[in-house]
């Protein structure tokens, strides 16, 4: 078809096996089968001038200006990882991370249990500071409705012991060093600070249920009230 590339699913898997780190590309798999063998249709990328109608061929038409392999794969990468970022109500995507201690902690292991896991830019800034400070100070209510709090960042262990041990926080912290975490949930992007634009964690936080389901999702987090607000909200369901 001129004007057309078409991805087959043969094409779409060599070259997630080339770009992809091995685990990454395994997760990318799983979620392109999901989708049950669409109709390579779904997977055009038009680069013809004309009227684009599907959200998805407007951006690819932006994207792609020519038929180069590399940009046919970044495409795909936008769309794949549209489809893997969490939505309300979906069930919330599995990880195991180590803690301030060096401890690993897996989100399976808590199934059956509330879990509050919120993301955090930086240990000890003065944005993140209050919002551990505010949940420590809360920490005896979220512990009598029986709810599990993990923060997440990109920091180190070792940054994240010196931080628990500053304030004395309560709860666990989990280090993503690698990034991974924060890109499954979506939580990693652009960011600006005086007019500089940068990528870094997206302060949200994500409220699951027993079954494993998001229930809640923060996003643009207040600091200061984020910790009210949730226990507020898991008082509400708990009860509904």
Same mark, same amino acid.
């Given at each position: @078809?001129?004007?057309? *590339?078409?991805?087959?699913?043969?094409?779409? $898997?060599?070259?997630?096996?080339?770009?992809?780190?091995?685990?990454?590309?395994?997760?990318?798999?799983?979620?392109?089968?999901?989708?049950?063998?669409?109709?390579?249709?779904?997977?055009?990328?038009?680069?013809?001038?004309?009227?684009?109608?599907?959200?998805?061929?407007?951006?690819?038409?932006?994207?792609?200006?020519?038929?180069? #392999?590399?940009? @046919?794969?970044?495409?795909?990468?936008?769309?794949?990882?549209? *489809?893997?970022?969490?939505?309300?109500?979906?069930?919330?995507?599995?990880?195991?991370?180590?803690?301030? $201690?060096?401890?690993?902690?897996?989100?399976?292991?808590?199934?059956?249990?509330?879990?509050?896991?919120?993301? !955090?830019?930086?240990?000890?800034?003065?944005?993140? %500071?209050?919002?551990?400070?505010?949940? #420590?100070?809360?920490?005896?209510?979220?512990?009598?409705?029986?709810?599990?709090?993990?923060?997440?960042?990109?920091?180190?262990?070792?940054?994240?012991?010196?931080?628990?041990?500053?304030?004395?926080?309560?709860?666990?912290?989990?280090?993503?060093?690698?990034?991974?975490?924060?890109?499954? !949930?979506?939580?990693?992007?652009?960011?600006?600070?005086?007019?500089?634009?940068?990528?870094?964690?997206?302060?949200?936080?994500?409220?699951?249920?027993?079954?494993?389901?998001?229930?809640?999702?923060?996003?643009?987090?207040?600091?200061? %009230?984020?910790?009210?607000?949730?226990?507020?909200?898991?008082?509400?369901?708990?009860?509904?």
């Amino acid at each position: @078809m001129r004007g057309s *590339i078409l991805l087959d699913s043969s094409s779409r $898997n060599e070259i997630i096996a080339e770009k992809f780190e091995k685990e990454k590309g395994r997760r990318l798999t799983r979620s392109l089968d999901s989708l049950k063998a669409p109709s390579t249709a779904f997977f055009e990328i038009s680069i013809r001038s004309g009227p684009v109608h599907s959200p998805i061929q407007r951006s690819s038409s932006r994207a792609i200006k020519s038929s180069s #392999r590399l940009k @046919m794969y970044h495409a795909i990468m936008i769309l794949s990882e549209s *489809i893997m970022t969490p939505k309300l109500h979906s069930s919330a995507p599995l990880f195991a991370l180590p803690d301030q $201690n060096g401890k690993e902690h897996s989100l399976a292991d808590h199934k059956g249990k509330w879990v509050l896991l919120y993301f !955090y830019p930086k240990d000890d800034t003065p944005g993140c %500071t209050k919002e551990a400070c505010a949940i #420590r100070d809360s920490f005896p209510d979220f512990k009598k409705l029986k709810i599990v709090v993990f923060g997440v960042s990109i920091d180190s262990v070792d940054s994240h012991k010196k931080f628990e041990e500053k304030y004395e926080l309560p709860f666990t912290l989990l280090s993503d060093h690698k990034k991974e975490v924060v890109k499954k !949930y979506g939580v990693w992007g652009k960011k600006k600070l005086m007019g500089h634009e940068y990528e870094g964690t997206l302060r949200t936080s994500f409220l699951i249920d027993p079954a494993g389901k998001i229930a809640k999702i923060y996003e643009d987090v207040n600091p200061v %009230t984020h910790a009210a607000e949730v226990l507020a909200d898991l008082k509400d369901l708990q009860h509904s």
